[in-house]
């Protein structure tokens, strides 16, 4: 990869890579289960994370469990987490690119979670979906519209 494309993906932000990609098969499982946009904000670390969605509800104890089950299952298929680059052209045409910064160059990097998910990023991953461990929704709350989850890895 030429030294240019480097810089222009290139994120402010130093991820976590097993939270960051937990939080991309987190994000595609709230889309499949409440068809909601991914997370509009959210704040990642070691430890624990959260992330918020535009929502009209808390979730119930059977729909946290149901999450809960769909991220760790997805995980436990060892998936292969690749990256792949499209023009900017090609990328508005297959994904959603709501959330792409202004200056993301012409570009687009996008991951690839197996055939899961595959959303335009910039941050750091793991490689192999076995490396991210076992997700667990610590709380939920809800409040003006926006659903907070907060999670951790074991
Ligand atoms: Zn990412």
Do not use: W
């Amino acid at each position: 990869m030429e030294n240019k494309d480097n810089q222009e993906i290139k994120s402010n932000k130093q991820y976590h890579p097993q939270m960051h990609s937990a939080e991309h098969i987190l994000n595609q499982t709230m889309v499949r289960i409440f068809n909601c946009g991914r997370s509009f904000s959210n704040h990642i670390e070691k430890k624990k994370s959260k992330c918020d969605y535009h929502f009209n509800r808390n979730l119930t104890q059977q729909e946290i469990e149901e999450i809960v089950l769909k991220v760790n299952e997805v995980i436990r298929q060892d998936l292969v987490v690749a990256e792949e680059f499209y023009s900017k052209q090609e990328a508005e045409i297959k994904f959603n690119l709501s959330k792409l910064p202004d200056d993301a160059g012409d570009k687009i990097r996008i991951i690839k979670i197996g055939e899961y998910d595959a959303c335009p990023c910039s941050g750091q991953h793991v490689s192999n979906t076995k490396e991210i461990g076992t997700f667990k929704i610590i709380s939920t709350d809800f409040n003006e519209d926006v659903l907070r989850l907060r999670f951790k890895l074991l």
